[in-house]
Structure formats: structure tokens, C-alpha cells
């Protein structure tokens, strides 16, 4: 149990373009999400909370305009890099955490994005 | 200064070895602390919870010790499949409680 999925798990993009990401719980049901970003010998960061229902909590020096976060359902997030630059290039992980548990969280398998 | 700082390695030891990783974290309100384990290009997945009395997990031991914020793993008689990344996590209680990541210490187990 305690499955989650995203997808893509890759992609590249042309500078500029907007790319979704969807993560998904398949086995439980989840009010809250994580969306975080890795880049190369770093550490997770966390970009944002996502809550179902209601607007996403973003991390300081993370622009919300910018990484558009819907979570429409207990088991559906979505990550939407908009006008994606190389710079935005990174591993992008999701996690979600059950509805009676609050400090034990799920990884998704994570999703590289290069923008060329 | 950093939330939660870990040594980045690597670490690189002898198959059979033991080996100690150390974190130390800076929010004395943490309240739950883990250690994950990454394998490159791969998603991070929780290899124990620390607890204050200690706990082991077959080859793992995990202790934490709250006067001095400071956490560590312990791991004997090391398999080349533990070769990955250690990351140190720690998080507070609460409906909006974080993980937050250490940057993680690089294990490289040879023959």
C-alpha cells in the first residue's frame, strides 16, 4: 500500500513552454501534498504544501505564478511549470500524506525536467 | 546556518565495514526525526524513524539525542547494496508539519 505515482517521469521541453505534472495517490487518500525540487548534489527543498480545496502554500523565494499547483481531488496534485527556462531544470518530486497521519509521507518517483 | 546539516561524504568504506553518520539540526522545536535513504536519480524512502531511546533496525541503529540536536546512524557490517544517500529529515508536529532535508551523506560500500 502507500503508492504514489507521477507523471511524466521525464521530459524535456523548449524554453519558454509550460509543462504539468501530475502526482497521485493510488492507494489512499491525501489533504495534503508536497511538492519539492532537487537539483544536482543538493538536498530536497520543498516548494510548496498543497491542500485539497483550497490554495497551495508556497515557500519563501518560490513563485507561485510560476509553479502553478492545483489539488482538485484527495488523490490528484498537479505541478504546472509555466514558461519553463533551463534554469527550471530539475528533479521535481511529490509526496503525499494520508488523511490521519501527519508526519509520515509518501514519495512519488519523481519527474526530471530539462528545458533545453 | 543550515536547518538540518549533515557531512556530504562520501564516505567511501570497505564491504563488512562499519560506518557513522552524523546530523545535527537547529530548531530545537523539531519533534520527529527520520533517516531516508536515495539511490541516485530516484525518489528518497524512509529507511527508520529516531526515536530518543535509540532504535535498531537490523543493521541500522538510529539515535537522537535532543539535549545537543544532534542525530546519527549507525550502520554494521555494510553491503554493497547500501551504497546511496543518507538523508537526515526532520520535521515538527502539527496538520502543517514539513519534512525538512538535510543535504544528505553519500555512502560508496566496495569490494
Known amino acids: 500500500g502507500a503508492v504514489v505515482s507521477q507523471h511524466p517521469s521525464w521530459v524535456i521541453c523548449k524554453s519558454g513552454t509550460s509543462v504539468k505534472i501530475e502526482c497521485r495517490s493510488l492507494d489512499f487518500q491525501a489533504t495534503t501534498m508536497f511538492w519539492y525540487r532537487q537539483f544536482p548534489k543538493q538536498s530536497l527543498m520543498l516548494m510548496a504544501t498543497?491542500?485539497?480545496?483550497?490554495?497551495?502554500?508556497?515557500e519563501q523565494g518560490v513563485e507561485k505564478d510560476k509553479f502553478l499547483i492545483n489539488h482538485a481531488s484527495l488523490t490528484l496534485s498537479t505541478l504546472t511549470v509555466t514558461s519553463a527556462h533551463p534554469e527550471d531544470s530539475s528533479f521535481y518530486i511529490c509526496s503525499a500524506r494520508p488523511l490521519d497521519q501527519y508526519n509520515e509521507q509518501f514519495f512519488g518517483p519523481g519527474t526530471r525536467l530539462t528545458v533545453l | 546556518r543550515k536547518e538540518v546539516e549533515q557531512d556530504p561524504g562520501p564516505f567511501n568504506v570497505p564491504e563488512g565495514a562499519t560506518v557513522a553518520f552524523n546530523c545535527t539540526y537547529s530548531?530545537?522545536?523539531?519533534?520527529?526525526f527520520f533517516w531516508y535513504r536515495q539511490d541516485c536519480r530516484k525518489e528518497p524512502k524512509l529507511l527508520m524513524s529516531?526515536?530518543?531511546s535509540g532504535n535498531e533496525d537490523g543493521r541500522f541503529t538510529a539515535q537522537l539525542n535532543r539535549a545537543s540536536q544532534y542525530i546519527s546512524l549507525l550502520i554494521r557490517d555494510s553491503k554493497l547494496s547500501d551504497s546511496a544517500t543518507y538523508l537526515c529529515v526532520v520535521t515538527t508536529t502539527g496538520t502543517a508539519s514539513k519534512l525538512t532535508f538535510g543535504t544528505g551523506t553519500r555512502l560508496q560500500v566496495t569490494l
Open positions: 529516531v526515536y530518543s
Open positions: 498543497s491542500n485539497e480545496g483550497s490554495k497551495a502554500t508556497y
Open positions: 530548531n530545537s522545536a523539531s519533534q520527529s
